[in-house]
């Protein structure tokens, strides 16, 4: 993340995004999701922070394919230290798992969303 990268966040304060400014006026912004991931068109400041707005949070527990394996993986951890994903069905029996960090954020695009 670069640090010119601005945190949007609800009203309960949950972090949804964070806006990419494009220029050094913050004209044009790219809307980015908690993964780091482009979340929307490049646009002016309210019609960006709208669209993490309603993206929200849901999609980070869908499933995950990490560097094109097809193997379903689950988000277990998000912070900006790292993001851990885990077996999506041992995941959600709660069962031990082999945990993989992919570096946050995660603009190289290692994860995608799974089938």
């Given at each position: 993340?670069?640090?010119?990268?601005?945190?949007?966040?609800?009203?309960?304060?949950?972090?949804v995004g964070w806006l990419e400014p494009l220029d050094a006026e913050y004209a044009l912004l790219?809307?980015?999701?908690?993964?780091?991931?482009?979340?929307?068109?490049?646009?002016?400041?309210?019609?960006?922070?709208?669209?993490?707005?309603?993206?929200?949070?849901?999609?980070?527990?869908?499933?995950?394919?990490?560097?094109?394996?097809?193997?379903?993986?689950?988000?277990?951890?998000?912070?900006?230290?790292?993001?851990?994903?885990?077996?999506?069905?041992?995941?959600?029996?709660?069962a031990p798992t082999e945990r993989v960090m992919v570096a946050w954020p995660d603009t190289a695009?290692?994860?995608?969303?799974?089938?």
């Amino acid at each position: 993340m670069s640090q010119d990268w601005v945190k949007v966040t609800r009203e309960d304060g949950e972090t949804v995004g964070w806006l990419e400014p494009l220029d050094a006026e913050y004209a044009l912004l790219r809307p980015r999701d908690v993964l780091g991931h482009v979340a929307g068109p490049d646009a002016e400041w309210v019609p960006a922070e709208e669209c993490l707005q309603e993206l929200g949070l849901a999609h980070v527990a869908e499933a995950w394919n990490l560097d094109g394996d097809p193997r379903a993986l689950s988000i277990v951890e998000l912070s900006s230290a790292g993001i851990w994903v885990g077996d999506r069905m041992l995941t959600k029996a709660l069962a031990p798992t082999e945990r993989v960090m992919v570096a946050w954020p995660d603009t190289a695009g290692r994860l995608s969303r799974g089938a």
